[in-house]
T-cell receptor, first 114, second 114 residues
Framework: NAGVTQTPKFQVLKTGQSMTLQCAQDMNHNSMYWYRQDPGMGLRLIYYSASEGTTDKGEVPNGYNVSRLNKREFSLRLESAAPSQTSVYFC?????????????FGEGSWLTVV | AQSVTQLGSHVSVSEGALVLLRCNYSSSVPPYLFWYVQYPNQGLQLLLKYTSAATLVKGINGFEAEFKKSETSFHLTKPSAHMSDAAEYFCAVSPLRGYQKVTFGTGTKLQVIP
């Protein structure tokens, strides 16, 4: 049972380079998310997708784009990486039941921009 | 806007002692509330959640939390700390409508001293 899988796990980029973080979930969840985690700041929502075909901005969307390719996959793209985007990125998905919304996280992607 | 405040970025307890991690929320109506745990170099794992069914919520690994509307609090407790409890803990809140907009606190790192 893979859950939420994100790649790559580690990446070093030069300022101005572009890259895409890939995420896939096998739990048939409608909603998917991208967060970034920085020391002392907790997790901040970059973008989310409530369902296939829709995406919405979160708290810190600048410098990022997303694509909800299908129900399983939700990618995050950095078009022109900046040192301020050095962070740990988490993909997540969620399901709503009679007991509310529960978010399941991937293992994280460590990104360094030099 | 909803938010959560975690008091204390670092908490140290002795093995066998009570664990108390504090979380206060800000929301116009009682929201969904969550506690997540993050072990080093891993993603976040759900410990427990409040969805208005019961004010005292029991989670995994012996943790529990009590929702107190009058104090707008959702503190996490465990009667007896174990070395394996050393991790970072995040409180989170989401509204009943627009539940995808989950907001996380800044986290509390728990150190357990032998």
């Amino acid at each position: 049972n893979a859950g939420v899988t994100q790649t790559p796990k580690f990446q070093v980029l030069k300022t101005g380079q572009s890259m895409t973080l890939q995420c896939a979930q096998d739990m048939n969840h409608n909603s998917m998310y991208w967060y970034r985690q920085d020391p002392g700041m907790g997790l901040r929502l970059i973008y989310y997708s409530a369902s296939e075909g829709t995406t919405d901005k979160g708290e810190v969307p600048n410098g990022y784009n997303v694509s909800r390719l299908n129900k399983r996959e939700f990618s995050l793209r950095l078009e022109s990486a900046a040192p301020s985007q050095t962070s740990v990125y988490f993909c997540a998905s969620s399901v709503v039941t009679g007991n509310g919304n529960t978010i399941y996280f991937g293992e994280g992607s460590w990104l360094t921009v030099v | 806007a909803q938010s959560v405040t975690q008091l204390g970025s670092h908490v140290s307890v002795s093995e066998g002692a009570l664990v108390l991690l504090r979380c206060n929320y800000s929301s116009s109506v009682p929201p969904y509330l969550f506690w997540y745990v993050q072990y080093p170099n891993q993603g976040l794992q759900l410990l427990l959640k409040y969805t208005s069914a019961a004010t005292l919520v029991k989670g995994i690994n012996g943790f529990e939390a009590e929702f107190k509307k009058s104090e707008t609090s959702f503190h996490l407790t465990k009667p007896s700390a174990h070395m394996s409890d050393a991790a970072e803990y995040f409180c989170a809140v989401s509204p009943l409508r627009g539940y995808q907009k989950v907001t996380f606190g800044t986290g509390t790192k728990l150190q357990v001293i032998p």
